[in-house]
């Protein structure tokens, strides 16, 4: 049974063992609207993190799952409850994400958002 919490307690190395390390994922939740855990039992095995302009933007952000779980919707729940969350605060108006054609068409889109053109730029180019 898989369990869905909002803003769990998290260490760092939980993240790291999730998303790869070393990397102080704490600093980046510090800053985080709010993130979403799924667990099995007490093991962190799906992460996806919020975060806020302070204004009308949310942004999806790391949405993970551990390759022994993937295929059997925590994906596509972590982004539920992450959209849940992000429309329980009322002056937000978008939730963004970034994504390839694959996982947009196929993950992102029937969890609820539709496609748009995005950019990026490295800044290490900038450097
Ligand atoms: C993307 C990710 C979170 C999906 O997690 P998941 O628990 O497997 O997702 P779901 O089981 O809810 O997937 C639902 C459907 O989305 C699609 N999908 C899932 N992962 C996909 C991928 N990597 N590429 C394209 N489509 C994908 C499939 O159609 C899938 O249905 P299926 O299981 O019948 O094939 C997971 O693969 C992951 O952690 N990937 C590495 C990190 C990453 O790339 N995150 C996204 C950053 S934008």
Do not use: C
Request: no cysteine.
């Amino acid at each position: 049974m898989i369990d869905y919490r909002e803003r769990p307690e998290v260490r760092n190395e939980q993240l790291e063992e999730l998303l790869g390390g070393p990397y102080d994922y704490l600093q980046v939740l510090a800053r985080s609207l709010t993130w979403i855990g799924a667990f099995d039992d007490d093991r962190l095995i799906g992460y996806a993190n919020i975060a806020w302009d302070g204004g009308v933007h949310a942004f999806l952000l790391d949405p993970t799952v551990h390759p022994d779980y993937r295929h059997r919707g925590i994906g596509t729940e972590l982004v539920k409850e992450a959209l849940a969350a992000t429309a329980r605060v009322p002056e937000i108006e978008w939730m963004h994400v970034d994504s390839d054609e694959a996982l947009m068409r196929d993950f992102y889109e029937p969890a609820g958002f539709r496609p748009t053109p995005a950019g990026l730029v490295r800044m290490d180019e900038l450097r």
